[in-house]
């Protein structure tokens, strides 16, 4: 059975730090892996999707890396702005089509 | 493209009542999914419709169903609510039957007392 386990669960920087965060799931055999930001109380935002046969992927600030074979990603945010502070969900997919998530990641970037 | 739209978006329920959530698809996609986050978790899977049948179904109770309709949008059902049905209700949708990227609602926020 597929888990998908996040550190640190919470994170407190201040502004303009870079910061790593951190997901690990226990089945290699996966599809895609996804981070998403949720703001409180609100739907998810997409951030980077990486598929299985890829290592990285980049959008912007962030840069999210995918280890199958060790069976971890990370979310790399640079130069972090207070604008970041929200919830970071990591999620995979494998042959049966739906997405199993972490607990999450609650950032909060200080002014 | 309006993308993933989810009605209503807060909802007040009593235990023991039914409730129904709505869901219109991103344009161009077919498949509709449900998940259910509880405060302070992550959204676990509750089930996937794709072609008006469903074709997944997470660990959760006959008290909860759905339908697809031939638009593609979908409502999720629950019966006999309980307090602990309290949660954001999130639909995803996507296109075909390959795990595609899916793309997330606003949620609807239940809330039973």
């Known amino acids: 059975k597929q888990e998908v386990t996040q550190i640190p669960a919470a994170l407190s920087v201040p502004e303009g730090e870079n910061l790593v965060l951190n997901c690990s799931f226990t089945d290699s055999a996966i599809y895609n892996l996804q981070w998403f930001r949720q703001d409180p109380g609100k739907g998810l935002t997409s951030l980077l999707l990486i598929q299985s046969s890829q290592r990285e992927q980049t959008s912007g600030r962030l840069n999210a890396s995918l280890d199958k074979s060790s069976g971890r990603s990370t979310l790399y945010i640079a130069a972090s702005q207070p604008g970041d502070s929200a919830t970071y969900l990591c999620?995979?997919?494998?042959?049966?089509?739906?997405?199993?998530f972490g607990t999450g990641t609650r950032l909060k970037v200080l002014a | 493209d309006a993308g993933v739209t989810q009605s209503p978006t807060h909802l007040i329920k009593t235990r023991g009542q039914q409730v129904t959530l709505r869901c219109s698809p991103k344009?161009?996609?077919?498949?509709v999914s449900w998940y259910q986050q509880a405060l302070g978790q992550g959204p676990q899977f509750i089930f996937q419709?794709?072609?008006?049948?469903e074709r997944q179904r997470g660990n959760f109770p006959d008290r909860f169903s759905g339908h697809q309709f031939p638009n593609y949008s979908s409502e999720l059902n629950v019966n006999a609510l309980l307090l602990g049905d309290s949660a954001l209700y999130l639909c995803?949708?996507?296109w075909g039957q390959g795990n595609t990227e899916a793309f997330f609602g606003q949620g609807t926020r239940l809330t039973v007392v």
């Open positions: 419709y794709y072609e008006e049948e």
């Open positions: 999620a995979v997919t494998s042959g049966t089509y739906k997405y199993i």
């Open positions: 344009s161009g996609h077919d498949t």
């Open positions: 995803a949708s996507s």
